[in-house]
């Protein structure tokens, strides 16, 4: 069982906006800034999309983006496009035993 | 440009050892801490262990301590992790992954995985 929850599938139209939320704890995603997402094609290794809650790495689409609020993280993605059809990975920092957990995946379909 | 390549998996029955290798490329590698992620076929991404730029700190999973160790060798730019007493739910892709942050010796860093390799898949069967 993950330490984050996602749900299991969202999906969108060509050109709109969704948004894929990951709870946590004050252990985790509520005590902390250090929130990430990844992106994960079918048979590729994940791709680091989101970290400090908001912040994309260079190179990355400014259609992505990161909020928090509580214990609740979000990744929101606009303009749709089919090319982000994939599974995505809510990771946080946890002041547990294990140093980050993630949440279990959201596979986002493009219609 | 930054390249991870794991190997050394394999089909090992319960109770066997195994050790990865993942070779480093396109970057200084003794800068960043790196880490071992892993992935049951199907499910999703599991973090495994860290080891620190210079390799004095070593963090693991609960689900792998005391079994699995990491390791570095900084001069040729190699990654390991020795798995010792395997499991079946052991069975998994194992990426090695870069930290995000060079020089890192705790504290704000360490959770982030800005490059990750192919993979290498363990199966843990008799």
């Known amino acids: 069982q993950s330490a984050l929850t996602q749900p299991a599938s969202v999906s969108g139209s060509l050109g709109q906006s969704i948004t894929i939320s990951c709870t946590g704890s004050?252990?985790?995603?509520?005590?902390?800034?250090?929130v990430s997402w990844y992106q994960q094609h079918p048979g590729k290794a994940p791709k680091l999309m989101i970290y400090?809650?908001?912040n994309r790495p260079s190179g990355v689409s400014n259609r992505f983006s990161g909020s928090k609020s509580g214990n609740t993280a979000s990744l929101t993605i606009s303009g749709l496009q089919a090319e982000d059809e994939a599974d995505y990975y809510c990771s946080s920092f946890s002041s547990g035993s294990t140093l980050v957990v993630f949440g279990a995946g959201t596979k986002l379909t493009v219609l | 440009q930054v390249q991870l390549v794991e190997s050394g998996g394999g089909v090992v029955q319960p109770g066997r050892s195994l050790r990865l290798s993942c070779a480093a490329s396109?970057?200084?590698?003794?800068?960043?801490?790196m880490h071992w992620v892993r992935q049951a076929p199907g499910k999703g991404l599991e973090w495994v262990a860290l080891?620190?730029?210079?390799?004095?700190?070593?963090h693991y999973a609960d689900s792998v301590k005391g079994r699995f160790t990491i390791s570095r060798d900084n001069s040729n730019n190699t990654l390991y992790l020795q798995m010792n007493s395997l499991r079946t739910e052991d069975t998994a892709f194992y990426y090695c992954?870069?930290?995000?942050?060079?020089?890192?010796?705790?504290?704000?860093?360490?959770?982030?995985?800005?490059?990750w390799g192919q993979g290498a898949l363990v199966t843990v069967s008799s």
């Open positions: 004050r252990s985790d995603v509520g005590g902390y800034h250090y």
């Open positions: 400090d809650v908001s």
């Open positions: 080891i620190s730029y210079h390799g004095n700190y070593k």
């Open positions: 396109g970057f200084t590698f003794s800068n960043y801490g």
């Open positions: 992954a870069k930290d995000r942050t060079p020089y890192c010796s705790g504290g704000s860093c360490w959770y982030y995985f800005d490059c």
